[in-house]
């Protein structure tokens, strides 16, 4: 069962929020988490690898690791909006034969999508309430590396979440943004795994990666 309010994601994750997106992405390049997370995975290697990238957006993490050398990309996003514009943009690029995009809450398509040498996550986890449903099957989707960015676990988050959640229920749209436990996170994916190879806390947001112990067991 999956715990995706994604008609309230309908909402928020709009076309006019899609376009704005995009232009910024078109302008100044990713921002700076994910810059500093797709640096992080290049690093690594992505030579040939293949990428799942889980609440795309406009494609930025995509766009990035294929130029990169990736050599294809999954991208799963719940919001029709977001996909649209991301579909767009990477026939604009020439990269549409080499991106494939599924709409809907990944919670749900898991078993229908394959597993990818890295698996992105960039500001995802926040959207859903039960973080391990989540994280939980997009660790078990990654063979090599999982990267995650995701809200600061601080005060000041909390609070920032609880005011946006305020304004929310008065509008009766069902989206909620949740400020999830860094060490529960940390704990889970560890669990499936993986050892981390970088951490690193913004004053809203924090970027690590994780890559897969050479003694875990290989995924299919
Ligand atoms: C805040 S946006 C981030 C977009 C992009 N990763 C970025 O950082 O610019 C969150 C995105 O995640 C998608 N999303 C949230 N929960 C999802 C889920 N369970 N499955 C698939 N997509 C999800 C939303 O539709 C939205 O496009």
Same mark, same amino acid.
């Given at each position: 069962?999956?715990?995706?309010?994604?008609?309230?994601?309908?909402?928020? %994750?709009?076309?006019?929020?899609?376009?704005?997106?995009?232009?910024?992405?078109?302008?100044?390049?990713?921002?700076?988490?994910?810059?500093?997370?797709?640096?992080? &995975?290049?690093?690594?290697?992505?030579?040939?690898?293949?990428?799942?990238? &889980? @609440?795309?957006?406009? @494609?930025?993490?995509? %766009?990035?690791?294929?130029?990169?050398?990736?050599?294809?990309?999954?991208?799963?996003?719940?919001?029709?909006?977001?996909?649209?514009?991301?579909?767009?943009?990477?026939?604009?690029?020439?990269?549409?034969?080499? &991106?494939?995009?599924?709409?809907?809450?990944?919670?749900?398509?898991?078993?229908?999508?394959?597993?990818?040498? /890295?698996?992105?996550?960039?500001?995802?986890?926040?959207?859903?309430?039960?973080?391990?449903?989540?994280?939980?099957?997009?660790?078990?989707?990654?063979?090599?590396?999982?990267?995650?960015?995701?809200?600061?676990?601080?005060?000041?988050?909390?609070?920032?979440?609880?005011? %946006?959640?305020?304004?929310?229920?008065?509008?009766?749209?069902?989206?909620?943004?949740? /400020?999830?436990?860094?060490?529960?996170?940390?704990?889970?994916?560890?669990?499936?795994? %993986?050892?981390?190879?970088?951490?690193?806390?913004?004053?809203?947001?924090?970027?690590?990666?994780? /890559?897969?112990?050479?003694?875990?067991?290989?995924?299919?």
């Amino acid at each position: 069962m999956s715990s995706c309010d994604c008609s309230g994601h309908q909402n928020v %994750f709009s076309d006019r929020m899609a376009e704005r997106d995009l232009k910024r992405y078109l302008a100044d390049g990713p921002d700076g988490p994910t810059r500093l997370l797709v640096e992080a &995975i290049r690093l690594q290697g992505v030579e040939a690898a293949t990428v799942l990238d &889980i @609440g795309g957006g406009v @494609g930025a993490v995509q %766009f990035e690791l294929l130029t990169a050398g990736a050599s294809s990309a999954v991208s799963v996003d719940a919001s029709p909006a977001f996909i649209a514009v991301a579909r767009r943009e990477a026939e604009r690029r020439g990269l549409a034969d080499r &991106i494939a995009q599924r709409e809907g809450d990944f919670v749900a398509l898991a078993p229908e999508v394959a597993s990818a040498d /890295v698996v992105t996550l960039v500001r995802v986890v926040c959207c859903y309430a039960v973080m391990p449903e989540l994280l939980g099957r997009s660790a078990h989707h990654a063979r090599r590396m999982l990267g995650v960015v995701y809200p600061r676990d601080a005060w000041w988050t909390r609070t920032g979440a609880r005011l %946006f959640n305020v304004a929310h229920r008065l509008t009766r749209d069902g989206f909620r943004i949740h /400020v999830h436990r860094e060490v529960e996170m940390d704990r889970l994916i560890r669990d499936a795994g %993986f050892e981390r190879q970088l951490l690193r806390r913004g004053p809203l947001w924090q970027v690590a990666l994780y /890559v897969r112990s050479p003694e875990a067991p290989a995924q299919p």
